[in-house]
């Protein structure tokens, strides 16, 4: 065992060639006795270096482990970063590729097989489970549904949001000084409008389900109340579904909507509506001119995040809907996955829903592209 | 009468040169119409408004106000007042429904998953966006590619990971994965916020020779708590209210139940035994904590939960 003291100082080219060499066959870093550089030499010199197989070492040891001679070494700061990138990215990174991005991967690859789910044996049957998708009629149920939900959810969400957002922002009368004014408790409104989103859609379905329960609930009864008791069923979950889902999608986000909106339209200079007020806007007009154009980022990002909300929606239809009423993508695959041991098979649909998220995305992001407007 | 209407609403906009304009082009017509027009649209807009409140709030109230109700009340009179307060439904939703047991169950997840969330992503949210490095944006991109996919395409392959790994039906499990699919989008808010921290107090503390850990803990932390408190909110909702993932992972024995899950499972339940009044009851416990802190924090709580949106 050679202990071996670190080269330093000028004149020591040869020798630190040999350093560097004896550092990295030294078995396990077996140098205690690093000196480092004495300070305030003259004249040029050969930088020091520290053997390699420390330097490996400190990138596994916490930093106020680092061993003396490292710390002279001029790579040590390059080195320190590094330790500390790799060192805060291990644990989120294997986190994130064991429990999310493996599984996604896995998906497409077991789409592709045979697989139940009980045991470790299957085949590869290439697009077996697509073409069975494609023969079978609850599938294309729970399509049909959830394409309903993904096309009319964000249209009356957005409308209804932007309805009202432009009410609390411009609805109020005028004030001195301002051309356009919220209405009086508009925070108050925006309060109680947000009531749905901060609780859990579990609650949510819960009570909208005891509500159109048609015997203790409230819907039937309203009905009757307002002289529209005609309108009345005896069984809304089972028959109407998908309307009663659609109504529980809409109801719990237009909230959300008036508070991402109104923040949008309160960013938008007082002067703009001014000027147009001088040029003889009227309100629909400054709305259709003014306010819609400049919050159509928000709009069109909500558009997307409402859509993958409708595509979703499994937590409202498996706890709201009885077992023969309707089924949405999601819910379908729960039920093959989990009740019915066709695992390959719900992943199939699985890379189907993926695929109606990603093309849904990119349809909006294509047919919403405008100019962007800076202010 | 025109005119006076004319320069009263000038004069009202603090505007000088909307005067000569309104008077070339028929003063009268356009001097009156935004003060009627906004009469008007005040009446409308506030009736919709508070239409919509009605929508929103009603249903929370019924389910009050029909948690004091006895399950005869409840079948008979759906719209009426209760004809005492029947303190026995918060009893039986407590103890025999379990809520306060599942309520417990997620705060103990949550006491796991919303450390764990906000820390690994605050860690690799800084590393992505303070330093330069290869693969740094190809990281970025692969943690962010995550939120373009439905959880529902890897729900059935996590399971067997889970039962593989030994940690499904186990509350570890349920943490980590708690965690998992919340790093993309605290990694994607926290990035943004970061980097829109001011470089020179970073370069600061370099020169003086504070080491890249104490940098993140000491400096950059304490600058960023305004983005980590959104994100803090936004991860703790969406935590405390997920649905999805118990229901697939969590299905081992009913008492580990998160609050979620078990408010489910009561409907089921109180199906049966028509004890209805019960099941208000557990909603109430489980929907009026909420309520209050968010009334409480509701400008922290909207911020939160739209700054997604925003970015």
Request: proline share 6%; net charge positive; hydrophobic share 50%.
């Amino acid at each position: 065992m050679h202990s071996e003291v670190p080269p330093a100082g000028e004149g020591a080219a040869g020798n630190s060639a040999t350093g560097n060499a004896g550092g990295a066959g030294a078995p396990g870093g077996a140098v205690s006795v690093a000196t480092p550089p004495p300070p305030g030499r003259p004249g040029p010199r050969a930088p020091y270096r520290a053997p390699t197989a420390q330097l490996v070492l400190t990138f596994f040891l916490p930093p106020n482990l680092t061993p003396e001679a490292v710390k002279y070494d001029r790579r040590y700061r390059t080195l320190d970063k590094y330790r500390f990138i790799s060192w805060f990215l291990a644990v989120p990174l294997v986190f994130y590729l064991l429990l999310v991005a493996w599984p996604f991967v896995q998906a497409f690859y077991y789409s592709l097989t045979d697989w139940s789910g009980y045991g470790t044996e299957f085949n590869f049957i290439g697009f077996g489970n697509y073409t069975r998708l494609w023969n079978d009629s609850q599938f294309w149920d729970a399509t049909r549904n959830s394409l309903v939900l993904l096309v009319l959810a964000p249209v009356i969400t957005l409308a209804l949001g932007l309805f009202f957002a432009y009410m609390l922002n411009a609805g109020g009368r005028h004030r001195k000084n301002e051309t356009v004014s919220g209405v009086y408790g508009s925070k108050f409104y925006k309060i109680v409008y947000f009531f749905p989103q901060v609780l859990s859609v579990a609650i949510i379905a819960v009570i909208w389900a005891r509500a159109f329960s048609p015997r203790s609930g409230v819907v039937n009864p309203l009905l009757e109340n307002v002289g529209l008791g005609g309108l009345t069923q005896s069984d809304w979950l089972g028959k109407y579904g998908l309307w009663v889902t659609l109504l529980v999608l809409c109801w719990s986000f237009v909230g959300f909507y008036v508070v991402l909106f109104s923040a949008s339209m309160g960013s938008i200079p007082k002067e703009i509506y001014e000027a147009s007020l001088l040029d003889g806007a009227n309100r629909s007009t400054t709305f259709f001119r003014i306010t819609f154009p400049l919050t159509w980022d928000a709009i069109k990002t909500g558009w997307i995040y409402m859509g993958i909300q409708a595509l979703d929606a499994f937590a409202i239809v498996s706890i709201m809907i009885p077992r023969q009423g309707i089924d949405v993508l999601p819910t379908f695959l729960y039920l093959k996955a989990f009740r019915d041991g066709d695992a390959a098979y719900a992943t199939a649909v699985g890379v189907v829903l993926f695929l109606l998220t990603l093309t849904f995305a990119l349809i909006m992001m294509r047919v919403g592209r405008r100019d962007r407007i800076e202010f | 009468m025109s005119t006076t209407d004319t320069a009263d609403r000038a004069e009202s906009e603090g505007t000088g040169p909307a005067r000569p304009a309104t008077d070339i082009e028929e003063p009268g017509k356009r001097g009156r119409r935004p003060r009627e027009d906004g009469g008007i649209l005040n009446v409308f807009a506030h009736s919709f408004l508070v239409l919509w409140v009605v929508m929103a709030a009603a249903p929370l109230l019924w389910i009050v106000v029909s948690a004091f109700k006895t399950s005869a009340e409840v079948l008979s009179d759906p719209f009426g007042l209760p004809s005492g307060l029947h303190w026995a439904n918060f009893a039986n939703a407590w103890a025999e429904a379990n809520i306060g047991r599942y309520a417990i169950n997620s705060l103990i997840i949550l006491s796991g998953s919303l450390t764990g969330t906000m820390l690994l992503g605050a860690m690799a949210a800084y590393v992505i966006a303070r330093y330069t490095f290869r693969g740094n944006r190809a990281l970025h991109f692969l943690f962010i590619g995550g939120l373009m996919f439905p959880v529902f395409l890897a729900l059935v392959p996590l399971f067997f990971m889970m039962q593989n790994l030994g940690l499904l039906n186990t509350r570890p499990g349920l943490i980590l994965v708690y965690i998992a699919y919340s790093l993309p989008f605290t990694i994607f808010f926290l990035t943004a916020f970061f980097r829109t921290l001011p470089s020179g107090v970073h370069e600061a503390a370099i020169v003086d020779g504070a080491s890249h850990t104490r940098t993140f803990w000491q400096i950059m932390m304490p600058m960023a708590k305004p983005g980590l408190i959104s994100i803090g909110i936004f991860n703790f909702l969406g935590q405390w209210n997920q649905f999805v993932l118990p229901r697939v992972l969590n299905v081992g024995s009913r008492d580990d139940y998160v609050l979620p899950q078990g408010l489910a499972a009561l409907m089921v339940q109180m199906g049966y035994e028509g004890d209805w009044g019960a099941l208000y009851a557990g909603l109430t416990i489980a929907m009026l904590p909420v309520l209050v802190v968010y009334i409480t924090f509701q400008r922290q709580v909207q911020a939160g939960l739209t700054a997604g949106a925003l970015k």
